[in-house]
């Protein structure tokens, strides 16, 4: 626990290639907001990210589209939890960060390709609001893991959408 104190505010732990690499992210620029939530939360506290304008992120048909969010955040509203735990706005991400993770080619196709909305692969749609909303969904998980590893929540959940488990380092 003590060697926590000295780590940059976010650890990513990211599969590329069958290799694990943890990368490291620095928290010097801490927006305002989320260094308000995160003084205000208790450590037994749970802590989660919600996708604002993940609708847009949508292709008729596809199995993966808003709906899922919306029926976690319709079970998470029944059980009381919507409104008690705290919800944390996404980080923003550097790009330093991104190209640690995505080659700056993939980076580029994904984000001219998402100009125009279209397919990346035969399973992979992305429209033009999905670059936006990736960066959107990155910054979520990076919020909720830093409010986990400092002892800000002892639980979180980012609800990302969309999902990105088909991205690649390029």
Not at 153 to 161: E, P, S
């Amino acid at each position: 626990r003590r060697i926590c104190q000295y780590l940059p505010l976010a650890l990513f732990i990211s599969q590329i290639q069958g290799h694990t690499r943890l990368i490291f992210f620095p928290g010097k620029n801490s927006s305002p907001t989320l260094q308000d939530k995160l003084s205000t939360m208790k450590t037994e506290d749970f802590a989660w990210f919600y996708p604002q304008g993940h609708a847009a992120h949508h292709e008729a048909g596809h199995p993966e589209r808003p709906e899922r969010v919306d029926a976690i955040q319709t079970a998470m509203q029944h059980m009381g939890w919507w409104d008690c735990y705290p919800k944390l706005p996404a980080r923003p991400i550097p790009e330093g960060v991104l190209h640690r993770i995505h080659s700056p080619a993939y980076l580029n196709l994904l984000e001219m390709t998402c100009r125009r909305g279209g397919h990346l692969d035969a399973d992979t749609y992305v429209t033009p609001a999905s670059w936006q909303l990736a960066h959107q969904a990155a910054g979520g998980a990076i919020a909720i893991a830093s409010a986990v590893w400092h002892g800000h929540a002892r639980r979180g959940f980012a609800l990302t959408r969309p999902p990105g488990h088909h991205a690649c380092h390029g």
